[in-house]
C-alpha cells in the first residue's frame, strides 16, 4: 500500500502554502483566485476579493506601472513600488505579473509589502512604526503621572462610600491597564507583539463599556451576543483598548443624532483564513467583533486611509487611535476593517461599521475516520 505522506502535495496547497500573497488575474485584469496569504494582505476574504479588479484593490503611484502591466503576456517585476490599498493604506511593495501559459490575459501575480521585510533581517523603518514608538519615548513621562492618578484613587476609595468605591477601582483598574499597555507598546518598537492566550470576547466588551459608560457621554450601547463563542486568541488588555477607541469614536460620530444609537455584535464568521508569517500554518479567523453606529461616517475621500497614521476628522484629533487598534489587532494574527453603509434617511440614513476577526483560542478537532475493530 503506497504511502500517502509521501504523495506531492497539489498546486493549490502549495500556493496556499506561501507566505506571499498569490492572485490569479483572468480577463479584464478581474481577480478569479487568491490563497491565505492573498486574504491576510487585503484584510478580506476570498469571497470579497474574488471577481474585482486588480487595480481597484491596489492603486499603484506610478502610472508607466500600471501601463506596463497592461501587456499581459510579459512577465513583468516591480521593487519598492508604492501603492495605496483601500482599508490598509500606503505600502510599499514588491510585485510580480507573469502571463499564464497557454490561457492569454491570464495572469499570476505575487505581492509583497518590501516595509514588512523584518523576517528577512531587513530594517522595517515605517511610518507606522516610527509613530507607534512614541508611547516609549514618552513612557517615563506618561507613567509617573498614572502613578500619582492611581494613588489619589486609592485614597479616595478609602473615603467613599461602598456605592462609588466601584468607580475609584475601576480608575485603579484602568491606570493599570494603561500602565501595562505602554510596557507592550514598548516592546512594539523591537517588534515583539504583546503575548495571547485564551479570552472572553464578551468580557472584554464589558470592560470597555464600563470605562466609556463612566465617562458619561455615550449614548446607550446595544448588544447582539452569540453566548456560544468559544474564547478567542488574544491579549484581553489589547481587546478593551481596541474596544474603547472604537467605542469612543462611535459615541463621537453618533452623539449629535437625536437618536444616537451604538451596537456591538459577535458571532461566527466563517470564510475568511489568514497565514501566519511565522510558521506558515493556516489562522482562521471565524470569530467576528463588530461596533456600529448610526452616525454620518467618515469623509468619503478618506475612507481608503482611516488605519493610517495622523489621518483625522476630528478639530482636536491627531489621527492616531484607528492605527493603533489596526496595530493591536494585527498583533493578535486579526484583521479589522471599515464599511460604510449608506441608506435613504427615511430608514435611518446609514450605518457605519468596524469588523474584527479573530481566532479560536483552540481550533475544534476534525472528526478523524473510526479505526476497524
Known amino acids: 500500500m503506497a504511502d500517502s505522506a509521501a504523495a506531492t502535495p497539489d498546486a493549490w496547497r502549495q500556493l496556499a502554502s506561501l507566505t506571499v500573497a498569490v492572485l ?5 485584469r478581474k481577480i478569479a483566485g487568491a490563497n491565505p496569504a492573498a486574504e491576510q ?3 478580506q476574504s476570498l469571497r470579497r476579493i474574488n471577481g474585482r479588479r486588480l487595480f481597484d484593490l491596489v492603486r499603484f503611484d506610478e502610472p508607466r506601472l500600471v501601463d506596463r502591466a497592461g501587456d499581459t ?3 513583468l517585476s516591480a521593487r519598492d513600488a508604492w501603492a495605496t490599498i483601500p482599508g490598509v493604506g500606503r505600502r510599499r511593495l514588491d510585485v510580480t505579473m507573469g502571463p499564464v501559459i497557454d490561457a492569454p490575459e491570464w495572469q499570476v501575480v505575487t505581492i509583497q509589502d518590501a516595509s514588512a521585510a523584518e523576517a528577512l533581517g531587513e530594517d522595517r523603518g515605517s511610518a507606522d512604526d516610527a509613530v507607534l514608538r512614541a508611547p ?13 492618578i492611581r494613588g489619589a484613587a486609592q485614597l479616595l476609595g478609602r473615603k467613599v462610600g461602598e456605592k462609588d468605591r466601584a468607580l475609584t477601582s475601576l480608575i485603579a483598574d484602568e491606570v493599570d491597564r494603561i500602565a501595562k499597555l505602554i510596557d507592550e507598546m514598548q516592546t512594539l518598537s523591537r517588534r515583539t ?3 495571547v492566550a485564551p479570552c472572553n470576547l464578551h468580557e472584554a466588551v464589558r470592560r470597555a463599556r464600563a470605562v466609556i459608560d463612566a465617562a458619561g457621554k455615550a449614548p446607550r450601547i446595544e448588544e447582539e451576543f452569540d453566548p456560544s463563542l468559544p474564547p478567542v486568541l488574544g491579549s484581553a488588555d489589547a481587546l478593551v483598548q481596541v474596544l474603547i477607541n472604537l467605542l469612543s469614536n462611535a459615541a463621537e460620530a453618533c452623539g449629535a443624532r437625536p437618536d444616537p444609537r451604538i451596537v456591538v455584535r459577535t458571532r461566527f464568521s466563517s470564510g475568511l483564513q489568514l497565514h501566519a508569517l511565522g510558521d506558515g500554518k493556516p489562522v482562521r479567523l471565524p ?3 463588530r461596533v456600529s453606529d448610526n452616525g454620518p461616517g467618515v469623509d468619503p475621500a478618506m475612507r481608503d486611509h482611516i488605519f493610517e497614521p495622523f489621518v483625522t476628522s476630528k478639530k482636536s484629533g491627531q489621527g492616531l487611535g484607528l492605527a493603533l487598534v489596526r496595530k493591536l489587532v494585527h ?4 484583521r479589522i476593517t471599515h464599511e460604510r453603509e449608506d441608506l435613504p434617511r427615511a430608514v435611518g440614513g446609514g450605518w457605519t461599521h468596524f469588523r474584527i476577526h479573530l481566532p479560536l483560542a483552540q481550533e475544534p478537532r ?7 475493530a
Not at 498583533?331 to 486579526?334: I, T
Open 136 to 148: 516609549e519615548i514618552l513612557a517615563h513621562e506618561i507613567k509617573n503621572p498614572l502613578a500619582g
Open 331 to 334: 498583533d493578535m494574527n486579526g
Open 366 to 372: 476534525r472528526a478523524g475516520r473510526s479505526k476497524a
Open 193 to 195: 507583539a504583546a503575548p
Open 41 to 43: 494582505f487585503f484584510g
Open 73 to 75: 503576456e510579459s512577465p
Open 287 to 289: 470569530i467576528e467583533l
Open 24 to 28: 490569479l488575474v483572468g480577463p479584464g
